[in-house]
């Protein structure tokens, strides 16, 4: 690969309570994202290729990553089959976010600089929020971006509009898991 153009795993949201409005409309989306989450999580293990997990704190603001993956993991439902799927290993990495983007008021661009990465494949949830937000950011910080399309959850009748808008403004790349290894390792533009 590449000087500069390693790629870096985004898990964006994946590890929370469920709690929120519309989470029961969310969840059976989320549960099938985060099968796809696992695949690629595992495959970016393999390649010894960075997973950075940038999570909210779902106002649990008194708690840092950990305690939030293990509250997740004590809570039934969707909250825990995620986070049993997805729990990070040592070699993961974390930030939390106070808002959408993973960029805003985090250390991500920090942590990005000193793992080398110039590349981000998005997974997560919300696609028409915080994925959107953070494709955006990201671009333009002039990082190549990409979104894995079965590994992301949102509100259905959003999930088009979100695409397009992505993929139309040049934000990010919308890649399907089989192919997303691909595009992560592909020569640097």
């Given amino acids: 690969m590449a000087t500069g153009a390693l790629p870096a795993l985004l898990v964006i949201d994946m590890i929370g309570l469920f709690d929120f409005p519309g989470a029961d409309r969310l969840a059976p989306s989320a549960v099938r994202a985060a099968r796809g989450v696992r695949t690629l999580r595992d495959r970016f293990h393999r390649r010894g290729w960075p997973v950075v997990y940038a999570n909210d704190n779902f106002t649990h603001w008194q708690s840092d990553f950990r305690e939030l993956v293990a509250m997740a993991s004590a809570t039934p439902g969707a909250a825990s089959r995620i986070a049993g799927w997805l729990e990070p290993t040592p070699d993961d990495h974390f930030v939390l976010k106070p808002k ?54 949102g509100k259905p009748e959003l999930r088009a509009a979100a695409f397009k808008v992505l993929s139309g403004s040049n934000a990010a790349a919308v890649v399907a898991v089989d192919r997303a290894l691909a595009w992560c390792a592909r020569p640097a533009r």
């Fill in 100 to 153: 959408h983007s993973a960029f805003l008021l985090t250390a991500l661009p920090v942590l990005l600089a000193k793992l080398g990465v110039r590349r981000l494949l998005l997974t997560g949830m919300a696609l028409e929020g915080c994925i959107l937000a953070t494709a955006i950011d990201g671009n333009a910080r002039e990082f190549e971006v990409a979104v894995a399309r079965e590994a992301v959850a």
